[in-house]
């Protein structure tokens, strides 16, 4: 290939963050798209789910839910749950990169006709093994449905979709859950009556149903009207098929009870006969560490530390702060966002501190330590500046206080630094969002997504 075919070639192909190729989409959900996706130096295979920040801001609601699936997915690392590998954002766009499940949707597996009780059974060992992780970490699921459920190139089953589901943060007073939502066939009926309902319970009848649809090939409770088919389920009104073993009906009939105190907890479950047939082994599930981000400093002191989405998302809009979610919260300080190399952006910060009149030293390749020779009302001013390389061709710095007065930081962050660094600076935490300029920011214009 000549050098003009092969750099259209590369034109053609959409590169994200200089780390991942953009290729077909696998779905697409109400606020999102799921794309293929491949990791350009492993080539390892991957999901990439985009969501428009736009459409976001429109909906209150939706950024809380947004930061609520970040947040459970990092909390269930379980082999029957997808994984969140990491999660990024341009100006418009947030991205979620996960495991690829290949196998497509257990939807799609259920409509060509019902399982063998055998093939069922694995399915639903697997369910309730991840669905037992995730209540064990307080995380309710609440859309559980075939549509959800993924499997691997293997026949292993993944749950995904995360959109939403419940953590303990989320229980009223009164210890229960009271938002209405779910898919109405699989929802439960105490979420229906709305006088509150503990997720994990709410859960099970969902599995319930699951179990239902895999044994019979369709759903227990149908109807045209909507008011009649929550009739139905208020009364968990169903008929179970004569191909049902005597075993799989009586677990049928066990997890689609009305009465959420009465329905049979998942302990019970794995005690029944039917369920212990099989190759059925609790998982020894390991709790991964928090992010590993002072090891990886540690680990490669002549690189900037990365810089994480969800602090970057912060960043670029005041109204959308995901800092909460990190385990390792840095100090609070004066951030903004530059396109320059993180290299150019210590040299700028080193440049900016000593014509200030500050004593500059660099504390770590990427860190830099900026002190007053005054002294001010509670000491030496002294200012320490960290550069993160939050994607390709994007930093991020952090200001923090280390001693002084707050006061005079406040003032030497607003009057002398920020015009000091206005070359370098894309924007300032905390400022106008819709000011910030997608300047060369082909990822952030050219792409189709
Ligand atoms: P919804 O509106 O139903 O809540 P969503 O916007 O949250 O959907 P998902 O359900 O997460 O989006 O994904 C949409 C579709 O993309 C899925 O139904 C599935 O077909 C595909 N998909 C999602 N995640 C993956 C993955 N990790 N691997 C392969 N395909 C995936």
Not at 421 to 434: N, P, R, S
Request: aromatic letters at 10%.
């Amino acid at each position: 290939m000549g050098k003009e075919a092969e750099e259209a070639s590369r034109e053609m192909r959409k590169i994200v963050f200089g780390k991942y190729e953009m290729g077909r989409v696998l779905g697409k959900g109400t606020f999102a798209k799921v794309y293929y996706g491949r990791e350009l130096g492993s080539g390892e295979s991957v999901a990439i789910k985009v969501i428009n920040k736009e459409q976001i801001r429109r909906e209150s609601s939706m950024m809380e839910q947004i930061q609520r699936e970040i947040a459970v997915m990092r909390l269930v690392r379980h082999p029957n749950v997808v994984q969140l590998r990491e999660v990024m954002a341009t100006k418009s766009r947030i991205f979620f990169v996960m495991e690829y499940v290949r196998g497509g949707e257990l939807f799609a597996r259920v409509v060509r006709g019902r399982l063998p009780e055998n093939q069922a059974r694995r399915y639903f060992h697997q369910l309730i093994s991840a669905v037992d992780f995730c209540h064990s970490r307080g995380v309710s699921h609440r859309d559980l449905k075939p549509e959800n459920l993924l499997l691997d190139e293997h026949g292993n089953l993944k749950v995904s979709d995360f959109g939403l589901s419940a953590l303990p943060e989320q229980l009223r007073h009164d210890g229960l859950l009271h938002t209405q939502c779910g898919t109405p066939a699989y929802v439960a009926p105490e979420i229906l009556r709305r006088r509150g309902y503990d997720g994990a319970k709410a859960d099970l009848w969902s599995c319930g149903i699951i179990l239902f649809v895999l044994l019979a090939g369709y759903l227990p409770f149908q109807d045209e009207s909507l008011m009649q088919l929550y009739r139905k389920v208020f009364k968990a009104d169903y008929q179970i098929p004569s191909w049902f073993s005597g075993e799989a009906r009586r677990l049928v009939s066990r997890l689609l009870v009305v009465n959420p105190e009465k329905r049979i907890s998942i302990p019970a479950i794995m005690q029944l006969p039917w369920f212990k047939k099989g190759s059925f082994r609790p998982l020894r599930i390991q709790i991964p560490p928090p992010l590993p981000q002072a090891e990886e400093e540690e680990a490669k002191p002549s690189t900037p530390r990365f810089y994480n989405a969800f602090e970057l998302i912060s960043s670029l809009s005041s109204g959308f702060d995901l800092s909460n979610l990190f385990e390792s919260r840095r100090k609070s300080g004066t951030v903004f966002t530059s396109r320059s190399a993180a290299a150019a952006v210590v040299e700028q910060l080193e440049r900016v501190g000593r014509s200030l009149g500050f004593g500059v030293a660099r504390t770590k390749s990427y860190r830099v330590k900026m002190e007053g020779k005054k002294e001010g009302r509670k000491g030496r001013l002294a200012v320490e500046a960290e550069v993160f390389e939050a994607a390709e061709g994007m930093a991020v710095v952090e200001f923090s206080k280390f001693s002084g007065d707050t006061l005079e930081y406040t003032k030497f962050c607003e009057e002398d630094v920020r015009p000091g660094l206005k070359d370098i600076v894309w924007t300032w935490q905390g400022d106008d969002y819709e000011a910030i300029s997608c300047s060369g920011g082909e990822r952030c214009n050219s792409s189709p997504w």
